[in-house]
């Protein structure tokens, strides 16, 4: 697990406007909460909590973060809120966390291996889950859950349950919560069928609209011959 170092400055001022001045001058508002603190605003370099959370742990990473005026703090980041057109974080919380206590992290997933159902029976593989949830010791936490599926066929799925045991790491989702599945090719009747649908579908809107059109021509005319 990372542990990186991330400077922080308390924040001063409130609101939407200021919060837009601090953005532009490359910080990002924050606030910590945990373990029996009170809540506190801060303010970090936007750069350098880039780098922080695309580590190899992601939004995972233990962050040791340094406070103005104060001894560190050990955090993770968690609420990250996103500008919906650019992607760029506007706002995140971070959570207080001591190294022999348990936390909650989800867990990025990753198959391994090409299933018999595909390489010899034509299927293909869907992934449902790309993370799991956990509960673990902060230095406990996988970067990775990595899983064979080299021995599924077509129609086998792999769950939760099914998932690698690994020390001081406990599963919260549910065991039969499948996370990936090999499923049988679709028959190309199946595609013709559908594709032959939708395009039924997009020609009756385009005759739908062209009577309301034309009915709406008809009314404008009779409106204009009672004039």
Do not use: C, W
């Not at 045991?165 to 039969?176: F, H, K, M, N, Q």
């Not at 069928?193 to 005759?207: F, K």
Request: hydrophobic fraction near 40%.
């Amino acid at each position: 697990m990372d542990q990186i170092t991330l400077r922080a400055a308390e924040r001063t001022e409130y609101g939407s406007r200021p919060a837009r001045r601090l953005r532009r001058a490359g910080r990002v508002p924050a606030t910590i909460y945990g373990r029996g603190m009170d809540a506190r605003s801060v303010t970090l370099d936007v750069k350098e909590l880039f780098s922080a959370l695309h580590t190899a742990s992601g939004l995972n990473a233990l962050i040791d973060l340094q406070v103005e005026g104060s001894k560190g703090l050990l955090t993770v980041a968690r609420e990250i809120q996103r500008d919906p057109v650019r992607g760029d974080i506007t706002h995140l919380d971070l959570i207080r966390v001591a190294l022999d206590e348990a936390i909650e992290a989800d867990v990025a997933l990753e198959p391994l291996g090409t299933p018999v159902g595909v390489h010899q029976e034509g299927g293909f593989v869907e992934a449902i889950a790309g993370t799991v949830a956990i509960s673990a010791l902060p230095m406990a936490i996988p970067t990775s859950i990595s899983y064979n599926i080299d021995h599924l066929h077509i129609g086998d799925s792999i769950k939760v349950s099914d998932l690698p045991a690994i020390e001081g790491v406990e599963y919260l989702d549910e065991p039969d919560r499948a996370v990936l599945t090999v499923l049988a090719p679709r028959a190309e009747e199946e595609i013709i069928e559908e594709v032959e649908g939708e395009e039924d579908e997009l020609l009756e809107g385009e005759e739908g609209e062209a009577a309301e059109d034309e009915a709406a021509a008809d009314a404008d005319t009779a409106a204009d011959g009672e004039g």
